[in-house]
């Protein structure tokens, strides 16, 4: 996830108008699906259940 913030990092600083805000959240929002499925396959039934709740 690091990794893509600071990738998007200067895209947040320096807006252009070259630089679709959607795509910076599109590559942000997979990383961050990936943290969570991995949470939820490595978790306990307690946090698989939150998990399911917060979707």
Do not use: C, H
Not at 18 to 40: C, F, G, H, K, M
């Amino acid at each position: 996830m690091q990794e893509k913030e600071e990738e998007a990092f200067p895209g947040m600083v320096f807006p252009w108008p070259d630089t679709p805000e959607e795509s910076v959240n599109r590559a942000y929002e997979a990383v961050l699906q990936q943290v969570y499925r991995e949470i939820y396959r490595l978790g306990t039934p307690e946090t698989r259940y939150q998990i399911e709740q917060s979707t």
